[in-house]
């Protein structure tokens, strides 16, 4: 039972997350406006030229485009009492700009969207009433993630990074279970689901899917996707303005992105779609009353780039096992990218060797492992880009 403290967090920390969307139209404008400023300090013979080859009318059009950004993450937040109580919201709200929380409204954040780009590009500016809750730059880079993880998850553009990852995931799955009459029955929990087109996917297919997502930057956005679109392609966003390292040329930059590319609410009738939010270890953990137990009762769990969000991954090796059915399968694609590595957090970093024996040694026999090569939330007009050497396995439950 979560204590009133606890509850009382979450409410403050769900809001800030709502601050931060709402306040994404003023942070990237200002970051924009930090380019025009520069503009003025160089020779204005340098400045001419820039003019002549289109620079200069390019940061107009992404003043535009963060405007036209701006209306979609505004009706992610629309309705917080949705998710909320409003009069937990209030006392919340009430904390964040109330006088003894009063921020300074100088202060410096990082609009650099890439960690290792060479040049920080902090700088102070204002935005808000003083005394007013401002989000924090990493809150802000989250904003700037979440409408790439659109394009990952809801956009055609998306598919080459959905095809090289999910669809291995599906057709193992598949393999596994392949008798199409009793898919209804087969239980498939997806566990750090992002925006949850895998999961979507997966009851399309007639299975039991349900997702798992902690980060309110993500269930925001999925619930809106899955219960309030309307039509395909409703949406056009702009995710690729907020940095101009690496870019080709401005229409790159500048290109617009539609999503969704299918109807969320097109699931055939009588499926069984759902998402629990949460952390992982904390819902899946034992539980004393059976009702709540989660032990042996999925067929599958799915793991997408998500094993290495773990402090401590025999805990989540463990989770995985208890809560499958004996025989029920574990299917994983991702990197190790340890999360928590050089954070102040625990954190246990083990290779992908060490991950199979520890999974081995609590249970799973291991088959079909291979590498799957691909970006994650990757922008390929970039003139930089990574690509994971993702591990790929199907593990069955044994008892351990
Ligand atoms: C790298 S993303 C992968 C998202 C998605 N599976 C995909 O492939 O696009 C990892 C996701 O796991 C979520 N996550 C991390 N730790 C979690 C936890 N303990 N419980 C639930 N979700 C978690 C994060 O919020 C994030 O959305």
Known sequence: ????????????????????????????????????????????????????????????????????????????VANPTIFMDENELAVAEKELNGPSHGHSNNHHHDHGNRSNHRHSTSHSHSHNAPGRYQASSSDMEKVRSTLKQFVRDWSAEGRAERDACYKPMIDALLR?????????????????????????????????????????????????????????????????????SNATDSESLLRGIRFPDVLPSSLPPGSNFSMVAGDFEDIFAPKSDPEEDETGQWDAVLTCFFIDTAKNIVN???????????????????????????????????????VKSLATEIGFVISDETTIETSYVGDDRSMLGYVYRAAFWTATKVEG
């Not at 204590?3 to 409410?11: F, I, N, P």
């Not at 300090?41 to 030229?49: C, F, Q, R, S, V």
């Not at 239980?187 to 980060?215: H, Q, T």
């Not at 004996?326 to 050089?342: I, R, S, Y």
């Open 316 to 354: 989540y090796l463990r989770t995985i096992h208890r809560i499958l059915a004996p025989g029920g399968v574990w299917v994983n694609c991702g990197p190790l990218l340890w999360h928590f590595e050089n954070s102040d957090e625990v954190s246990i970093e083990v290779s992908l060797e060490e």
């Open 1 to 76: 039972m979560q204590s009133e403290d606890d509850r009382h967090d979450e409410v403050v920390h769900f809001l800030k997350v709502v601050h931060a969307f709402r306040q994404y139209e003023a942070y990237a404008i200002s970051a924009n406006t930090r380019r025009r400023r520069d503009f003025f300090k160089i020779p204005p013979e340098d400045g001419a030229l820039l003019e002549k080859v289109g620079w200069k009318s390019r940061l107009d059009k992404v003043d535009d485009l963060i405007h036209e950004n701006a209306k979609v993450l505004n009706q992610l």
């Open 176 to 244: 596994r279970f392949p008798d199409e009459e009793n898919r209804p029955q087969r239980r498939v929990l997806i566990p750090g689901a992002g925006l949850a087109r895998l999961g979507w996917e997966i009851a399309y297919l007639g299975f039991e899917s349900r997702c798992n997502e902690f980060s309110h930057f993500m269930l925001l956005p999925s619930y809106y996707v899955l219960n309030e679109i309307k039509s395909l392609n409703q949406h056009t966003i702009y995710p690729f303005i907020h940095s101009f």
